[in-house]
């Protein structure tokens, strides 16, 4: 995982001072970042006592259309009730496809404040819990559900990216898990929770559309491929 910068904010809390919640009617003053914004527009709320994440369980809120929109946000709220809990963009596809878990990072308020401060360590506390949630499903309970393979083969996707160790298991059919990592800094977080990264499986074909990037690897008692878009 790549080190903070200027433009890259990295993977770490970003500090309680860039968490802020502005009320719906208060809109984003033009900018990167809220420093504008009315003072007196934000929702003050109690300061968390500590930067460990939260879990929460519920709906996800999936579709094609980015939200922005405090206003737009609360009518999706409203209508689906209160069990969803936030709203993304990736998983709705997928779900159509093939049996799933859904597990995101929250990083903004989907309102006009929205920025990417946040996003790095969504993905990296998404990825962790991730981890920590397979360390609890047996092997072989895996085994019995839909193979990572036919995922990939039938993904609407080139060549595999060189790997960093050479340790390629024979069969691609070694691999239980599939790990959707749709952005890059996703696919970041997704890498630095493997325990071994492993070259491409030796019996793997892709087809020739397929320009998706694929990292195999083990976590824990699983084999796992994290499948991500290939944008920089
Ligand atoms: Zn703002």
Same mark, same amino acid.
């Given at each position: 995982m790549r080190k903070k910068s200027k433009q890259n904010p990295g993977y770490a809390h970003q500090g309680f001072e860039n968490d802020r919640l502005f009320k719906a009617l208060c809109d984003h003053v033009a900018?990167? /970042?809220?420093?504008? *914004?009315?003072?007196?527009g934000e929702v003050q709320r109690d300061p968390r006592d500590t930067t460990n994440p939260e879990i929460h369980y519920g709906i996800i809120a999936s579709g094609n259309t980015l939200v922005e929109d405090a206003a737009m946000r609360d009518q999706i709220f409203a209508d689906l009730? &209160?069990? *969803?809990i936030c709203v993304e963009m990736e998983a709705a596809g997928l779900m159509n496809h093939f049996p799933c878990l859904v597990i995101r990072g929250i990083c903004d308020? !989907? /309102? =006009?404040? %929205? #920025?990417?401060?946040w996003q790095r360590y969504a993905s990296a506390t998404a990825a962790a819990y991730t981890k920590e949630l397979l360390e609890y499903v047996p092997g072989v309970e895996v085994q &019995? $559900? %839909?193979r990572a393979l036919e995922v990939l083969q039938s993904a609407p996707c080139d060549s595999l990216r060189p790997m960093? $160790?050479? #340790? !390629?298991?024979? =069969?691609? /059919?070694?691999?239980?898990i599939a790990w959707i990592a749709a952005l890059p800094i996703e696919r970041a977080a997704a890498e630095a929770m493997l325990d071994e990264e492993h070259a491409a499986p030796t019996g793997f074909t892709r087809h020739q559309t397929n320009t998706n990037v694929y990292t195999s690897g083990r976590m824990g008692e699983h084999n796992i491929v994290i499948a991500s878009l290939a944008l920089s």
């Open positions: 900018g990167l /970042d809220c420093q504008g *914004c009315d003072v007196d009730g &209160e069990d *969803c308020y !989907a /309102d =006009s404040h %929205k #920025n990417d401060r &019995e $559900t %839909k960093a $160790t050479p #340790n !390629a298991l024979d =069969s691609p /059919d070694s691999y239980t």
